[in-house]
């Protein structure tokens, strides 16, 4: 079965509003990983947050992490048309496990 | 450097063929995976291939299986090919530090339609 769930399953946006999905996991992880899918291409790595961190920046990328909650959140800030894809969070373990994603549609 | 390269793009075959995909990674990544994306079942993990070894492997029949050659350029095979296999198949290479999987590559992606 799938060790991430993304939450909201879709999520759509004014240009210039930030977006926030979360990721909820169920066993111990090494780390988290957030990837971007435009349609139907290959997945971009976005930004990995290891099990002892707790945020992370990139850019307009703001990842948490809380392994006692086993959560994690994305938000994009200050969201453009070209951020529309799907997010899926991935947990590294003992192996690799891709969440179901959030569909961001960002409207100019 | 050279990303990930799949080849080809786009498949079409029948039912009961076989097929066999191509994955190039990047140079120097020792790890590549396989995934299957579909829009019901999202992405699901085929197998992984370290260093010619098949490392880790998925809840596919025994009708998907792989290889990895020496130069890390991994192939995979579906026989007796079925509607449902109809899918994104995506290809990602890693580096992997001991046990420790830091992140992803991955190409394009190989979309198969079986009729």
């Known amino acids: 079965s799938q060790q991430g769930e993304e939450d909201p399953q879709a999520l759509s946006i004014q240009e210039g509003e930030n977006a926030t999905m979360n990721c909820s996991y169920k066993?111990?992880?090494?780390?988290l990983q957030w990837y971007r899918q435009n349609s139907g291409r290959g997945l971009v790595h976005l930004i990995l947050i290891r099990s002892n961190e707790r945020e992370k920046h990139s850019g307009r990328l703001r990842v948490t992490l809380d392994t006692s909650k086993k959560s994690s959140s994305l938000l994009i800030t200050a969201s453009r048309a070209a951020d529309t894809a799907s997010y899926f969070c991935a947990t590294v373990g003992n192996q690799f496990y891709f969440g179901t994603g959030t569909s961001l549609t960002v409207i100019p | 450097k050279a990303g990930v390269t799949q080849t080809p793009r786009y498949l079409i075959k029948t039912r009961g063929q076989q097929v066999t995909l191509s994955c190039s990674p990047i140079s120097g990544h020792r790890s590549v995976s396989w995934y299957q994306q579909t829009p019901g079942q999202g992405l699901q993990f085929l197998f992984e291939y370290f260093s010619e070894t098949q490392r880790n492997k998925g809840n596919f029949p025994g009708r998907f299986s792989g290889r990895q050659f020496s130069n890390s350029r991994s192939e995979m095979n579906v026989s007796t090919l079925e509607l449902g296999d109809s899918a994104l198949y995506l290809c990602a290479s890693s580096l992997v530090l001991g046990t420790t999987n830091y992140g992803y590559t991955f190409g394009s992606g190989t979309r198969l339609t079986v009729v």
């Open positions: 066993t111990s992880i090494n780390n």
